[in-house]
């Protein structure tokens, strides 16, 4: 998710919450940062590498004795910068072979009915 946080911010609630691990990607002046949270005692997890709009991390299952890769991503608004972030998935899912699992924002809509208000969106954007 889009946290506008720094490691200050993380380390001052990660107690709070429960969690006792984390890592994260800074925001961009006043937007975009990163942040996934998790609790070594339900999983293990290892960051794989940490892009400005993705961090990926490989994840084993204590309980179901099974590894799976997790994205946390926030993807880009704009236009422009879409199209390149959406191939960038493209080539990872070729060379990830294991489960994969990505979360968080990916600024796209699945059905044009989810957007309220604007501009029309585009059928043809739905394609991404």
Same mark, same amino acid.
């Given at each position: 998710?889009?946290?506008?946080?720094?490691?200050?911010?993380?380390?001052?609630?990660?107690?709070?919450?429960?969690?006792?691990?984390?890592?994260?990607?800074?925001?961009?002046?006043?937007?975009?940062?990163?942040?996934?949270?998790?609790?070594?005692?339900?999983?293990?997890?290892?960051?794989?590498?940490?892009?400005?709009?993705?961090?990926?991390?490989?994840?084993?299952?204590?309980?179901?004795?099974?590894?799976?890769?997790?994205?946390?991503?926030?993807?880009?608004? !704009?236009? !422009?910068?879409?199209?390149?972030?959406?191939?960038?998935?493209?080539?990872?899912?070729?060379?990830?072979?294991?489960?994969?699992?990505?979360?968080?924002?990916?600024?796209?809509?699945?059905?044009?009915?989810?957007?309220?208000?604007?501009?029309?969106?585009?059928?043809?954007?739905?394609?991404?």
């Amino acid at each position: 998710m889009e946290t506008l946080v720094n490691k200050k911010n993380i380390l001052d609630i990660l107690p709070k919450i429960g969690f006792d691990h984390f890592d994260y990607v800074e925001p961009v002046n006043h937007s975009g940062g990163l942040a996934v949270l998790w609790d070594n005692g339900i999983i293990h997890a290892s960051v794989l590498s940490k892009e400005q709009r993705a961090i990926h991390m490989l994840v084993y299952d204590t309980t179901k004795h099974c590894s799976s890769i997790i994205s946390g991503v926030y993807a880009p608004a !704009q236009p !422009q910068d879409k199209e390149c972030f959406w191939i960038h998935l493209v080539q990872l899912n070729n060379v990830i072979d294991l489960p994969w699992c990505i979360i968080g924002d990916l600024n796209e809509l699945a059905y044009p009915l989810e957007k309220r208000g604007g501009k029309r969106y585009p059928p043809s954007n739905l394609r991404d």
